[in-house]
T-cell receptor
Framework: DAGVIQSPRHEVTEMGQEVTLRCKPI?????LFWYRQTMMRGLELLIY????????DSGMPEDRFSAKMPNASFSTLKIQPSEPRDSAVYFC??????????????FGPGTRLTVL | AQSVAQPEDQVNVAEGNPLTVKCTYS??????LFWYVQYPNRGLQFLLK??????LVKGSYGFEAEFNKSQTSFHLKKPSALVSDSALYFC???????????FGKGTRLSVIA
């Protein structure tokens, strides 16, 4: 398996522009997570899905952020409009059979977002 | 609520010496504990986990971790550090019935030749 795939790996945009980050989870995994990593705040959970349904989005910073999972093999995280403080590395992770609580999460390589 | 504390932002160790990266946790039930490593410009990679059973857990790259219920700790250890072990290490916990993982702030390990 190719692991969790994220695109793009790097994104540079200007303030006010729309940004879309993409994630393909590991095949067969039924949980998908979006995290944001910054030096100041560390690793923050933004939202997670189970069987394509959003379960907890309490970590989404504000209404400018939205996430979707239209099918089991694809998810997007959108920021509109983007702001410089959104600059961070965004990670997608997936795990399987989470009803068995000890399954580890597998992380993608991340998307480094820079908003100028 | 579950939480994880990594009391050291930075750990420095000489190559060949043993290393320890500390982690303490707080959960309401029995914990499921994890260690991840992050190399520069990479995602987090799973190292090892404690579920139940033997308190000493062995994982990837020669790492091991010791679960101590009375001290609510899950310290990461390696008998002999390598320069290539230099990275950011994260401890994480999941309580039974709760998802997803809760991560600590990370500890940067620097192994000096």
């Amino acid at each position: 398996d190719a692991g969790v795939i994220q695109s793009p790996r790097h994104e540079v945009t200007e303030m006010g522009q729309e940004v879309t980050l993409r994630c393909k989870p590991i095949s067969g995994h039924d949980y998908l997570f979006w995290y944001r990593q910054t030096m100041m705040r560390g690793l923050e959970l933004l939202i997670y899905f189970n069987n394509n349904v959003p379960i907890d989005d309490s970590g989404m910073p504000e209404d400018r952020f939205s996430a979707k999972m239209p099918n089991a093999s694809f998810s997007t995280l959108k920021i509109q409009p983007s702001e410089p403080r959104d600059s961070a590395v965004y990670f997608c992770a997936s795990s399987g059979q989470q009803g068995v609580s000890y399954n580890e999460q597998f992380f993608g390589p991340g998307t480094r977002l820079t908003v100028l | 609520a579950q939480s994880v504390a990594q009391p050291e932002d930075q750990v420095n160790v000489a190559e060949g010496n043993p290393l320890t990266v500390k982690c303490t946790y707080s959960v309401s039930g029995n914990p499921y504990l994890f260690w991840y490593v992050q190399y520069p410009n990479r995602g987090l990679q799973f190292l090892l986990k404690y579920i139940t059973g033997d308190n000493l857990v062995k994982g990837s790259y020669g790492f091991e971790a010791e679960f101590n219920k009375s001290q609510t700790s899950f310290h990461l250890k390696k008998p002999s550090a390598l320069v290539s072990d230099s990275a950011l290490y994260f401890c994480a916990v999941r309580d039974i019935g709760n998802t997803p993982l809760v991560f600590g702030k990370g500890t940067r390990l620097s192994v000096i030749a």
